[in-house]
Every structure is written in C-alpha cells, then in structure tokens.
C-alpha cells in the first residue's frame, strides 16, 4: 500500500488521536492548505518506507458512529492489540470490534476513531 488519506471533520483532533494511536507526526504538505492536508511520520511509514498517509479535512459530513463501513479499513501492526485497543477507547475511539483471537493470524481490534473511519489494529502470531 503506497499511500492511504484518513478524512476527518478535525485534523488537529484526528492528529492527537492517531498521534497517540500509533505515535505518528504529522507536518503540513505545502500546496495541501485549503484542505489542511498533513503527511504523517512514524515508525514504518513515511520516509523511505514505500508507505504514506495523509490526513486532511472531509469533504463530506461523516458516517454515524455504529452505520456500516464506509470506504477502506485501515489496519496496522501493533505490539498490544489490547493495550491499544484500551487507548482508543479512553480517548474518543468507539468500539467496531474487540479485541478478538483469529486462528493462524493473531490477535485482532477494530475501533471507530471518532470522526466516522474504523482503524483496525492487529498483534501477529509471534509478536510480543
């Protein structure tokens, strides 16, 4: 996956929630101002990494906490799926899907992150 674009009503709420999430940054894309457009950094994104992600204002309204998926679901390796599933939910995130043990996989969440996207986040088989 090159490059994904969260859309959010907040980018600077959308930036501490994700920032948190999964300790990314992120800096303002020059020519990206009408639309408040930031790249994100982080560990395995970014830079040389062949993977990007933007974030910038949604140019709709968004989808109600608890409707069906709308759009792609994002998922990213982490080292707790527990821990980071408990973060998100004590900081605006809702639950899509608890944390949940899937057999030759690992261990799996989904959450809403409070600005209508669902962010998955999984601990592999081997992973801490």
């Known amino acids: 996956m090159p490059h994904f674009e969260i859309y959010v009503a907040d980018v600077e709420a ?3 929630y994700y920032g948190g999430l999964f300790g990314w940054t992120f800096d303002a894309m020059p020519g990206g101002e009408a639309v408040s457009y930031h ?3 982080g560990a395995g994104i970014g830079g040389d990494t062949g993977c990007t992600i933007g974030m910038l204002t949604r140019p709709d309204t968004a989808h109600p906490a ?3 998926v709308r759009g792609g ?10 821990d980071r599933y408990a973060w ?4 605006g995130g809702a639950e ?5 043990d899937f057999p030759g996989v690992g261990r799996c969440a989904y959450v809403e992150d409070g600005q209508g996207n669902i ?3 999984i601990t592999s ?3 801490s």
Request: glycine share 12%; hydrophobic share 45%; aromatic share 2%.
């Open 96 to 100: 899509a899907l608890p944390p949940t």
């Open 125 to 127: 088989l081997g992973a």
């Open 88 to 91: 998100a939910l004590a900081n």
């Open 119 to 121: 962010v998955g986040m």
């Open 66 to 68: 608890g409707s069906a």
């Open 73 to 82: 679901t994002m998922t990213f390796d982490v080292d707790n799926c527990d």
């Open 39 to 41: 790249l994100a950094s």
């Open 14 to 16: 959308g930036k501490a």
